[in-house]
Nanobody
Framework: QVQLVESGGGLVQAGGSLRLSCGAS????????IGWFRQAPGKEREFVAA????????YYADSVKGRFAISRDNAKNTVYLQMNSLKPEDTAGYYC??????????????????WGQGTQVTVSQ
């Protein structure tokens, strides 16, 4: 069973950048599509971005399109989420998740079988 570990979160000023990483143990990430989700206090968890197993297909929530970029390096068993032009409303816990199946859409969190523990991103004014 693959275990996911997120890293790279932190405190950043509005307009700044962070790069999150999602690593794995007990499995090969190239066998999974990977999604990033986030959850702010008092809000439901929401889809942020996803990438297919090969990396050829990427998916983004409208709220982050043009600011965030998801990528993967299967040789390093890692998926990245580059976050630029951060806004205070991006403040949340960010979670990566793995789905072993091919699907036409990637924003449904119920399709993801494995989840990391999350990393906190805080964007100040």
């Amino acid at each position: 069973q693959v275990q996911l570990v997120e890293s790279g979160g932190g405190l950043v000023q509005a307009g700044g950048s962070l790069r999150l990483s999602c690593g794995a143990s007990g499995g090969t990430l190239s066998s999974y599509a990977i999604g990033w989700f986030r959850q702010a206090p008092g809000k439901e968890r929401e889809f942020v971005a996803a990438i297919s197993r090969s990396g050829r297909s990427t998916y983004y929530a409208d709220s982050v399109k043009g600011r965030f970029a998801i990528s993967r390096d299967n040789a390093k068993n890692t998926v990245y989420l580059q976050m630029n032009s951060l806004k205070p409303e991006d403040t949340a816990g960010y979670y990566c998740a793995a789905d072993p199946y091919v699907r036409t859409s990637r924003n449904d969190q119920t399709n993801y079988d494995y989840w990391g523990q999350g990393t906190q991103v805080t964007v100040s004014q």
